[in-house]
């Protein structure tokens, strides 16, 4: 017992014990938050995506330029007004969400949101009004649901692991970075997403379905986690039985539906001319003609393209159905898996109840958005939040018996921090390199990660995998993990130093692609056999009614 | 400047806990290694590594022109001769610090001409360029390991290490020094390391040694004669005299030769060539009004502030009078409103640097601040020579600052430190002292909360001390019980609670009054304007010059959040002095 505690111990657990120890542990809570907002904030002051890099600057001026635009057009307009420069291209709550935020910020100052004058305007009182409406919304949405989530998916564990728990993902650096940094709302559409996965926890799968539904049309990138969201509830569908599976059904069907569509509604008829306005809406948030991908992601399409020339030897069309039937292939194994458990359970079958493959529904979400990352079409560097917020959820289980021996934690961490590495040439072109480096490492450091001692028996099995990474250093090298952060380590000397040689002038940029998609590719095989044995444990045990940890305290 | 590193690492208790090893490795503990601290436990090493991580991370705030100012220094240091460092005007920003601070800023302009040979540039005014602040924010982090390593032998000679690792986290991380040296920019955290350092010497016995150090303290910043008084006297006591009082000649020489070296080799090279007359006319200027741009929350706030209540007050009655003419014949104009100074009511611009003059109230001048300030500090000191002890020589080293403090003339808000660091060493002594170290604290630090005026820092100092507070409190606080209080213990605890909340009111209003105005007021930040905004705050609350009302029209609006914040901090930092002067005074 005491080896476990040495072997589990970190900076933010001795702060939590300390707390706990001086009688200050109702603190905890209020302290890590403040610490997260705070934290935020701090990144904030850093320099965000496209400042004073006129004309066209960068997403900040994007999402300032959509508050302005809602603000002054009738929503009609909205998806058709002015589209080369920053024409809106995200979903309606997007929308909605900046037509708010606009409307505030023009009552403190007019000039902030003025049409068409506003273009560019980056004032020490405008940056921190929309800095301010991130974090504002990052607290009103993501924040509470990751509290929730730690008190309710750990509720069987310690109150000190679910305060570490919290500490561990809210502090995520990927997320902070590229919000607080870059400038983006995904909080709000991770958020949403965290909720759906709350309420079906609480056996409410019509408000988690319609949570999921206003993710989705917050940000589309929540598509990542439909085929596994989907997978659940057609899975609790069958758990159920024919009678009030086919009610649970129906019930999806309306509430999805009538969510959808209640956020459409004025690009709908008597609103909006038919076909024509709905049409845009959906041409703008589906952007085909975009190319496969743009800069330099880490998936697998860019990594190959060096070697395999995709675009040159490929159609845009070929290639966008190529990267659909392989997304939609690599998407569908943790659906059906899903299915196939859900099928296979046993269990209280109630509606109220969450069914037993709510467990898989992480592993499921991360395969899935995994899938999406690696092999679908126009993906951003940015989209690896996707893979990486289930990913995390699971980090906060840390030292359960169920985890006893088991690689979650340190594959987390891992892709976690790849997540970060690769996006470097995003954040040091936004005046981020800084928190670049000190944020993760803090992160890190506070969680009690190192990777020079991390021990357990799957380095070997990891490493006769890792052996596939083009890199002689790897193979040399012992143990995979420090040799992927040795890379990138590499890489940055390198890239600091060395000029590239003028043939392959992006080489370093390519040969950081590489190290993480050869990361990322591998903990998606990693997660899908984690799916398989998950579902193997609740195939065996959920033959009986479900176990009593299933059931929240809080009940 | 560099003997205090070298004797630091010189006296280091042995046979203490070891951390575990293998886990040097990490950035920041390669940093830690100018502090040579091969014992750092390892909550030590979180502290350190937390408090790094969120200075590093701070680098991008706001720097107000101090930091222009030690960039100044960085290139006049570094491209004059030394005999025209305290000649130099190129800069408004004068060197205006004694000999070992520019040493120390000579030093330091070696390795900031080889990053950037910008910073040393005389000519090259207001650089700020990424480099010259990720430089000299890095001398700030790196010169406060002196603090660090003072702090760390507190705990490691302590009779309670972990009461005394609480204390010392807390001071590493005390809002006071993020505000005033990471964010504003200065270099406290380095003199505080000195000053606690000293004060360790003393607490070990070590008087000359502790002698030494404050003498090197003071040519580092002249502030600290505030508390030279309690030096003076604690050593003459208790190094000089032998405890039955007879005098100790050698002692004495020993300790009267050692002071006098330290000046020597400081004040030595400008003493040889003539230039003493000069230096003293740059470390004391005596131009400068009783009340700093911000009125720094002491007893003259008080009185300022009374002042003017009363002219609202009398400014009202004369409007009266003269609506009603007939009554202008009456006795009471005569007697009374016919006192009104009238450059008392145009000094209601009220903080511009200058002289305050008050219009109702007699005017207040330098030597009455310097009677009042020695009247007090000498009751203080008479307790100390009466009982020359470590307890006793820590509270009244904490009163001689807070004295200075309360009474200066043209004290800076950031002189709180003075008070709030040695204060720290007494926190946990018991209930009362916990209480006075809350009161000061919070009174304090509130009080330092408008050095930093740019929105985007509020959340920074707001939520940065709020968390501090929310930490730091139960840690001391599980160690000094309350005491059965007594019915009008009772009703003073309840009023303080109340004052305690009404900080949380006094933000709020603060806060919706600042942005109210900032709301009325056209943004200056339009893109073509950015330039001018930036120079605009720049210029604000500093030091020497500016203030934020010279700003726009709105000015005496502006000047209102000001001084509510200062007045209710007054009223805290003015309670807990008298508490600290009565638990010192009753102590036997």
Redesign the interface.
């Known amino acids: 017992m005491r080896e476990r505690e040495e072997r589990f111990t970190s900076?933010a657990r001795?702060?939590v014990r300390?707390?706990q120890r001086?009688?200050?542990g109702d603190?905890v809570t209020?302290?890590t938050l403040?610490?997260a907002?705070?934290?935020r904030?701090?990144?904030?002051?850093?320099?965000y995506s496209g400042q004073a890099d006129a004309p066209m600057h960068g997403d900040y001026e994007a999402q300032r330029h959509w508050m302005e635009l809602t603000l002054h057009l009738p929503p009609t307009k909205w998806y058709f007004y002015d589209l080369p420069y920053w024409g809106l291209d995200y979903p309606p709550i997007t929308a909605y969400v900046s037509w708010v935020c606009g409307w505030i910020g023009s009552q403190?100052?007019k000039?902030?949101f003025a049409l068409e004058k506003s273009r560019?305007?980056?004032?020490?009182?405008?940056?921190?009004f929309m800095?301010a409406t991130v974090l504002a919304l990052d607290l009103a949405i993501y924040v509470p649901c990751i509290v929730l989530f730690c008190r309710r998916w750990f509720a069987y564990r310690s109150r000190r692991t679910q305060e570490l728990a919290t500490i561990t993902l809210l502090l995520q650096p990927a997320l902070i970075l590229i919000d607080h940094g870059h400038f983006q709302y995904n909080n709000v559409m991770l958020g949403l997403s965290l909720y759906a996965i709350l309420c079906f926890r609480e056996g409410k799968d019509l408000l988690g379905a319609a949570a999921f539904v206003c993710s989705m049309t917050f940000k589309q990138m929540a598509l990542y986690y439909a085929p596994a969201v989907f997978g659940y509830l057609l899975g609790k569908c069958f758990w159920l039985g024919w009678r009030e599976g086919r009610t649970l059904f129906l019930g999806l069907a309306v509430v999805s539906t009538l969510t959808l569509l209640s956020t459409l509604i004025p690009f709908l008829p008597p609103f909006a001319p038919f076909p024509e306005t709905l049409l845009q809406v959906v041409h703008r948030i589906f952007p085909v003609a975009r190319g496969l991908f743009e800069d330099k992601v880490s998936n697998f399409w860019c990594a190959s393209d060096p070697i395999i020339h995709w675009r040159r030897r490929l159609s845009n069309e070929m290639l966008v159905r190529f990267s659909g039937i392989g997304t939609v292939g690599a998407a569908a194994l943790p659906m059906l898996h899903l299915l196939r458990v859900s099928w296979g359970a046993g269990g209280r079958q109630q509606r109220n109840v969450a069914s037993p493959a709510l467990r898989l529904l992480p592993w499921a979400m991360f395969n899935s958005a995994m899938a999406f990352f690696l092999f679908s079409f126009q993906v951003h560097e940015k989209s690896i939040l996707l893979p990486l917020m289930p990913l995390t959820l699971l980090l906060g289980d840390r030292g359960s018996e169920a985890d006893d021996g088991d690689d979650t934690w340190e594959w987390g961490v891992l892709v976690n921090n790849m997540g970060v590495l690769t996006m470097w040439p995003l954040l040091s072109k936004d005046g981020q390199a800084?928190?670049y480096f000190?944020?993760p490492?803090?992160w890190n450091?506070l969680i009690g990660y190192?990777p020079?001692?991390l021990s357990s028996g799957w380095f070997l099995r990891f490493l006769t995998l890792v052996c596939a990474v083009p890199c002689t250093y790897a193979m040399t090298h012992a143990d995979p993990v420090q040799s992927s952060y040795t890379l990138i380590a590499i890489l940055h000397i390198m890239e600091a130093t060395v000029p590239p040689p003028q043939r392959y002038p992006d080489l370093w940029v390519v040969a950081r692609v590489a190290v993480g998609c050869g990361v990322f590719g591998l903990a998606w095989l990693w997660g899908l056999r984690k799916q398989l044995e998950v579902g193997w444990g609740i195939g065996t045990f959920h033959a009986a009614p479900a176990p009593p940890r299933l059931q929240s305290k809080t009940k | 400047m560099s003997s205090p590193p070298s004797t630091l690492s010189r006296r280091r208790p042995s046979g203490l806990p070891s951390a575990p090893s293998g886990l040097s490795k990490s950035v920041e503990i390669q940093e830690a290694r100018t502090s040579k601290e091969p014992w750092l436990t390892s909550e030590e090493r979180d502290v350190l590594v937390l408090s790094t991580v969120m200075k590093v991370v701070l680098f991008p705030a706001y720097h107000s022109t101090d930091f222009e100012v030690h960039r100044n220094w960085l290139a006049i240091t570094h491209s004059l001769p030394i005999s025209k460092w305290y000649f130099d005007t190129t800069s408004e920003w004068t060197l205006d610090y004694p000999p070992f601070f520019a040493y120390f800023e000579y030093l330091l302009s070696w390795p900031a001409a080889l990053i950037d040979p910008g910073i040393t540039t005389l000519n090259n005014l207001g650089y700020a360029a990424w480099s010259c602040v990720a430089y000299q924010r890095w001398t700030v982090i790196i010169s406060e390991l002196v603090m660090a390593a003072a702090l760390l032998r507190f705990v490691r000679s302590s009779s309670d290490p972990s009461l005394q690792r609480v204390i010392s986290a807390s001071l590493f991380l005390h809002p006071g020094f993020i505000i005033v040296d990471h964010i504003h920019f200065q270099y406290n955290g380095f003199m505080y390391g000195i000053l606690l350092w000293s004060i360790l010497a003393a607490r070990n016995g070590q008087l000359l040694k502790s002698g030494i150090l404050f003498a090197v303290l003071l040519n580092f910043k002249h502030i600290y004669m505030y508390i030279a008084p309690a030096y003076f006297v604690y050593l003459l006591r208790a190094y000089c005299f032998n405890p039955r009082g007879s005098f100790l000649i050698q002692n004495f020489i020993k300790l009267g030769a050692s002071v006098a070296g330290i000046f020597a080799v400081s004040l030595g090279p400008f003493l040889a060539m003539g230039q003493i007359p000069q230096l003293l006319s740059r470390l004391f200027p005596f131009t400068r009004g009783l009340n700093h741009a911000y009125w720094a929350a002491n007893a003259w706030a008080l009185v300022t502030a009374a002042d003017r209540v009363l002219l609202q007050c009398k400014s009202m009655q004369l409007v009266r009078l003269t609506l009603f003419p007939t009554l202008l014949i009456g006795a009471k104009l005569r007697g009374t409103s016919l006192t009104i100074n009238t450059s008392g009511v145009e000094s209601t611009s009220r903080g511009l640097v200058g002289d305050t003059h008050f219009a109702i109230l007699p005017n207040i001048e330098p030597r009455h601040t310097f009677i009042v300030t020695i009247l007090f500090q000498l009751i203080f000191l008479a307790k100390l020579w009466r009982k020359p002890d470590y307890k006793s020589f820590v509270h009244a080293l904490t009163l001689c600052g807070y004295c200075s403090f309360m009474f200066g003339w043209h004290v800076h808000e950031k002189a709180v430190l003075l008070i709030l660091v040695p204060l720290s060493l007494l926190a946990a002594d018991d209930y009362a002292h916990y209480r006075t170290f809350v009161m000061a604290s919070l009174a304090g630090i509130v009080g330092l909360f408008p050095l930093l005026f740019t929105p985007a820092e509020w959340f920074i100092k707001v939520g940065y001390s709020a968390i501090w507070f929310a930490v730091v409190l139960p840690g001391l606080a599980r160690r000094c019980p309350r005491p059965t209080p007594t019915w009008i213990g009772e009703i003073v605890h309840r009023l303080e609670g109340l004052y305690i909340y009404g900080f949380v009111a006094l933000q709020l209003a603060v806060t919706a009054f600042t942005a109210v105005l900032a709301w009325k007021s056209p943004d200056p930040g339009a893109p073509p304007e950015i330039p001018l905004n930036l120079t605009t705050s720049g210029n604000l609350l500093e030091a020497t010059t500016s203030s934020p009302l010279q700003r726009s029209s709105l000015s005496q609006m502006e000047f209102l959040p000001l001084m509510m914040t200062s007045v209710y901090c007054a009223v805290g930092i003015t309670w807990a002095f008298l508490r600290l002067s009565w638990l010192y005074i009753k102590s036997s």
Do not use: C, K, Q, T
């Not at chain 1, 904030?41 to 320099?47: P, Q, T, Y």
């Not at chain 1, 560019?120 to 921190?128: A, L, P």
């Open positions: 900076p001795n702060w300390w707390m001086i009688g200050a603190r209020y302290v403040g610490s907002a705070l934290v904030w701090m990144v904030a002051l850093g320099g403190i100052n000039d902030w560019g305007y980056e004032s020490d009182s405008s940056r921190v800095r800084l928190n000190v944020l490492l803090f450091y190192n020079l001692r």
